[in-house]
């Protein structure tokens, strides 16, 4: 009687997308959580906004010698009595409009924050690969170059860098040659944590059995370390990054505000930073208070944002 009667098959689990995984996550729980850090996430998301948006929100292009006049010159800000619009912020020795030139120097800070990270991880990690996986004298001598670098603070050897670099280039760079030779000090400052993370994980990954697997079915090692080991290291590589993104933006603004940095004519915040020193004791305050509030709360956002991510990524608290 119940011989035509089959069961129903039971319905198949759809696969969720990467997005929905990562809402479900206990990432994305441990951040909705945390007030303080929705807060810096709101704050760097705005900075990054409004650096990208540079050419839109401000009122002047402060890297165009035609929009400045040297009559608005040290005009304080507007809310004073000698303020004058559209200067909210107030104007430099230039003329130049205070709020128009943090939003471009955000534009430039960020890129070599970026890119400083970019390529100080993408060195880091492909030699902590390479130490970790391959061992012996290969490991030996990586280690023993990154531990003489540890001794050094990282903005003596981006000073180092860039004194070198520039006295090989010659002294007379355009912008974007500073640019990257910033971008290259930086990165050449930050890798050894890449690598010294990096290789301790692969040492312990390689020993498994997933490793063992892919050697036996004769995968070369380039695709072994790029394909199968890389991606179980990223989650402390990620946390890395993003507290040296916070490092990278103030080594730069480091070197501007020393003058081995971005020059003025396409000034970062270290830049304008320098530039305002110049004028704090005269009483124009403006010129280098802006541009500090917004270097301190960027790299302030960036900080709790990766201490959070820190935390978030580390299963011991969880």
């Known amino acids: ?3 035509g009667i089959q069961a129903a098959p039971a319905p198949q689990a759809q696969p969720t997308s990467w997005a929905g995984r990562f809402f479900d996550s206990d990432v994305w729980a441990s951040f909705k959580r945390s007030k303080l850090t929705m807060a810096a996430a709101f704050l760097t998301a705005v900075f990054m906004a409004a650096a990208v948006l540079a050419g839109v929100l401000s009122p002047q292009d402060p890297f165009d010698p035609a929009q400045l006049e040297l009559m608005n010159s040290r005009l304080p800000p507007l809310w004073n009595a000698e303020g004058q619009a559209p200067f909210m912020l107030g104007t430099d020795e230039q ?5 128009s030139a943090i939003l471009y120097g955000l534009r430039i800070s960020l890129a070599v924050g970026f890119l400083g990270v970019a390529f100080s991880a993408t060195l880091g ?3 902590g690969l390479i130490a970790g996986y391959v061992g012996g004298t290969v490991d030996a001598f990586i280690m023993r170059v990154a531990d003489v670098q540890l001794t050094f603070p990282a903005i003596l050897i981006a000073l180092l860098v860039d004194g070198v670099v520039k006295a090989v280039l010659g002294g007379q760079l355009d912008e974007m040659m500073t640019l990257s030779v910033l971008v290259f000090s930086i990165g050449l400052s930050f890798w050894v944590q890449y690598a010294r993370t990096v290789r301790g994980s692969v040492m312990v990954e390689k020993n498994k059995d997933y ?9 070369p090692a380039p695709v072994i370390m790029f394909r199968h080991v890389l991606p179980n290291v990223l989650g402390p590589v990620l946390v890395i990054a993003t507290i040296n993104l916070a490092l990278a933006i103030i080594t730069e603004a480091t ?5 081995t940095g971005m020059p003025e004519t396409m000034p970062s915040l270290g830049t304008l930073i320098r530039i305002g020193n110049n004028y704090l004791f005269s009483g124009e305050w403006w010129i280098v208070a802006f541009p500090g509030i917004a270097l301190a709360l960027l790299v302030l956002a ?5 201490d959070w991510l820190r935390d978030a990524l580390n299963p011991r608290l969880r």
């Open 211 to 219: 490793i063992a697997a892919a050697r036996l079915i004769g995968l």
């Open 255 to 259: 070197l501007s505000f020393l003058g």
């Open 95 to 99: 003329g130049r409009d205070i709020l």
């Open 1 to 3: 009687m119940a011989e």
């Open 302 to 306: 960036i900080n709790l944002l990766g």
């Open 125 to 127: 990690i492909a030699l």
